[in-house]
């Protein structure tokens, strides 16, 4: 049996601790969670990239958000799904494709940093240099910065992952719902330390970089706000900021809380339950966030709300 573990590609994955009671709620829940991320973040893409007052910088970012959130919650929620009810000692999955998982994983939650980078730039030229805006954020610009985001980031955790591959493994339990960085060196017995060296920096120049964007992008913004008697600019700034603003600080909560969670192998329940919502959260939020943030996506959605409830009224009549 141990050399059948040491040299099998064939893992065995905890996934969801669930009982047989609750299995079906959980799964039902997961679906209509999954749904909503794909109906929500689509429909936001489908409306900017259709509606022609919306093809502007700021609107063609948050397709970037939205493309991300898919491609994260597609990542684990179907496995999950199709985990819940296999007994625990039946979840297998193949390295390779666990390896593949957790690459996605790390791709998309860093994604999400370099793209809010970008947003919060393009806050910035938008409140605080709004005359060579036009000039700046052509679609050019954008499609160079949203290459530098999803390129960049794709470089670095290639490495990560590729680092971690090369260790043979002495395990072949994955003590998480699903695969990430973590769970892969923890297979192997060899040292880690490349790993551990190369994971912190990749951890800093990535938070670091993207923290203290966002933090000077809105002491800029606010030095503005408050130099400027403008009403309309500043609740203008106020809008868009916070919004923004809102996003990230769910971001980089949930990444943080799970990061220390993972230092407390006790917890790991807890750990496994917050690093679920980090997948689950932040793309079923997002599009509701920003979505109502557009005027355009308000008055559909009052729209549709008031037709509905004339139909309603008209059926009862």
Not at 71 to 96: C, H, K, M, Q, V
Not at 130 to 155: C, D, E, K, Q
Not at 163 to 179: D, G
Request: charged letters at 10%; aromatic letters at 10%; one cysteine or more.
């Amino acid at each position: 049996m141990n050399n059948w573990t040491l040299n099998s590609d064939v893992l065995l994955l905890e996934g969801l601790k669930v009982t047989r009671r609750s299995s079906f709620p959980a799964f039902l829940l997961l679906l209509l969670i999954y749904i909503f991320i794909m109906v929500s973040n689509m429909s936001l893409m489908f409306l900017i990239l259709m509606e022609r007052t919306l093809r502007e910088p700021m609107y063609l970012l948050f397709c970037n958000m939205s493309v991300n959130d898919v491609f994260g919650a597609t990542t684990i929620i179907p496995r999950l799904l199709r985990d819940i009810f296999l007994p625990s000692s039946e979840r297998f999955i193949l390295y390779n494709h666990c390896a593949l998982q957790a690459f996605c994983n790390n791709y998309h939650a860093s994604v999400s940093h370099t793209v809010l980078m970008i947003m919060a730039f393009d806050r910035y030229m938008a409140i605080c240099n709004p005359l060579h805006y036009s000039s700046i954020m052509t679609n050019r610009m954008m499609v160079n910065l949203s290459a530098w985001a999803w390129g960049s980031v794709f470089i670095m955790v290639a490495i990560l992952i590729g680092l971690s591959v090369r260790l043979s493994r002495c395990r072949w339990i994955v003590e998480n719902p699903f695969c990430d960085n973590a769970t892969l060196f923890k297979l192997s017995c060899e040292s880690i330390l490349i790993n551990n060296i190369y994971g912190l920096a990749y951890t800093v120049v990535l938070l670091g970089s993207s923290i203290g964007s966002v933090t000077l992008t809105y002491l800029k913004v606010a030095t503005v706000c408050l130099q400027s008697k403008n009403n309309v600019l500043n609740s203008r700034a106020l809008q868009t900021c916070s919004t923004h603003l809102a996003v990230y600080l769910l971001l980089l909560l949930s990444g943080s809380i799970t990061i220390i969670l993972h230092r407390f192998p006790q917890l790991s329940d807890h750990r496994k339950l917050v690093h679920i919502l980090l997948h689950v959260a932040p793309p079923a939020l997002n599009p509701v966030i920003y979505g109502l943030q557009i005027k355009v996506v308000r008055e559909k959605l009052i729209i549709l709300f008031t037709r509905n409830s004339k139909t309603a009224s008209i059926i009862q009549h």
